[in-house]
Nanobody, 124 residues
Framework: QVQLVESGGGLVQPGGSLRLSCTAS????????MGWFRQVPGKERLFVAA?????????HYADAVKGRFAFSRDIAKNTVYLDMNTLKPEDSAIYYC????????????????WGQGTQVTVSS
């Protein structure tokens, strides 16, 4: 069955770094667009980063994280990563990994499969 499992969340101090992982099963990440979203309870789920379903693996980032977060992948491990640096309290949220059958996907409705989420808390 299709499944996405996130890991790597936790509590970090402002200015710190964290790497989130998302391992896929039931499909290859090389055949889909992949994305990361975040959500605070009671608020809408927001786009963070994504990679196109293209050979060049073009990446996209929300303005709030551009220059601080980096999207990468390991095809052999069928895993994508979100490297988060210079973390701020406003980055605190539940982070979700998602897969899309579209070539380009940057909004919630364009994604077909979602992980369970992993909590990231940035606080001193």
């Amino acid at each position: 069955q299709v499944q996405l499992v996130e890991s790597g969340g936790g509590l970090v101090q402002p200015g710190g770094s964290l790497r989130l992982s998302c391992t896929a099963s039931g499909f290859s990440i090389g055949t889909t667009a992949m994305g990361w979203f975040r959500q605070v309870p009671g608020k809408e789920r927001l786009f963070v980063a994504a990679a196109d379903r293209q050979a060049t693996y073009t990446t996209h980032y929300a303005d709030a994280v551009k220059g601080r977060f980096a999207f990468s992948r390991d095809i052999a491990k069928n895993t994508v990563y979100l490297d988060m640096n210079t973390l701020k309290p406003e980055d605190s949220a539940i982070y979700y990994c998602a897969a899309s059958n579209r070539y380009v996907a940057t909004v919630v409705d364009e994604y077909d499969f979602w992980g369970q989420g992993t909590q990231v808390t940035v606080s001193s």
